[in-house]
Antibody, heavy 121, light 110 residues
Framework: EVQLVESGGGLVQAGGSLRLSCAASGFTFSSYAMNWVRQAPGKGLEWVSG????????NYGNSVTGRFTISRDNSKNTLYLQLNGLRAEDTAIYYCAKVSATVTKGYFDYWGQGILVTVSS | QSALTQPRSVSGSPGQSVTISCTGTSSDLGTYNSVSWYQQHPGKAPKVMIYDVSQRPSGVPDRFSGSKSANTASLTISGLQAEDEADYYC??????????FGGGTKLTVL
């Protein structure tokens, strides 16, 4: 059974930093791209970032480029998202999502339960 | 990276059919067939209902179907049931390993 469990969220002041983690199990982690998707309170889904199975292909949404860094440790089956320079508008539930392919060109077939990040201004 | 355009809300009575549209551009939905649809109930994580424009994952009822024409994709739900009431999001590959979502559509089953 595929499981994705996010951790590391919480309350942080504007300008601060957080590191989110997503522990994966139930599949060959290194064979699949992983992404982060967020949802601000009462709003829609927004793609944040994606990383290929190898870690070589990485990209970011316009609103987080230069502030957030995605990475993965295939030996620990864990995905990360480093959030720096946080703004009030980064307040959201952050979901870890598995892609159906090795690169971010498939669909999101499994999602974590989400972790809340709240940025106070 | 502007969001794909979806109607904010649609509604239908049990047993009826509804269609949700999703409009993009030639840079995303119009070029790629990596179009997927997600259902999200309140307080829950999204769930994939359609992928690659019209493919249904195992376990998704065949009442759900997808299609695409030019820059517009569509999700059709036939034989509406109460449990179909949820938010629905379209999603498209947009090149260079980036993805774009639609703004979401709230489906109300009357």
């Amino acid at each position: 059974e595929v499981q994705l469990v996010e951790s590391g969220g919480g309350l942080v002041q504007a300008g601060g930093s957080l590191r989110l983690s997503c522990a994966a199990s139930g599949f060959t982690f290194s064979s699949y791209a992983m992404n982060w998707v967020r949802q601000a309170p009462g709003k829609g889904l927004e793609w944040v970032s994606g990383i290929s199975g190898s870690g070589l292909n990485i990209n970011y949404g316009n609103s987080v480029t230069g502030r957030f860094t995605i990475s993965r440790d295939n030996s620990k089956n864990t995905l990360y998202l480093q959030l720096n320079g946080l703004r009030a508008e980064d307040t959201a539930i952050y979901y870890c999502a598995k892609v159906s392919a090795t690169v971010t060109k498939g669909y999101f077939d499994y999602w974590g339960q989400g972790i809340l990040v709240t940025v106070s201004s | 990276q502007s969001a794909l355009t979806q109607p904010r809300s649609v509604s239908g009575s049990p047993g009826q059919s509804v269609t949700i549209s999703c409009t993009g551009t030639s840079s995303d939905l119009g070029t790629y067939n990596s179009v997927s649809w997600y259902q999200q109930h309140p307080g829950k994580a999204p769930k994939v209902m359609i992928y690659d424009v019209s493919q249904r994952p195992s376990g998704v009822p065949d009442r759900f179907s997808g299609s695409k024409s030019a820059n517009t994709a569509s999700l059709t739900i036939s034989g509406l049931q109460a449990e179909d009431e949820a938010d629905y999001y379209c999603c498209s590959y947009a090149g260079s390993y980036t993805v774009i979502f639609g703004g979401g559509t709230k489906l109300t089953v009357l």
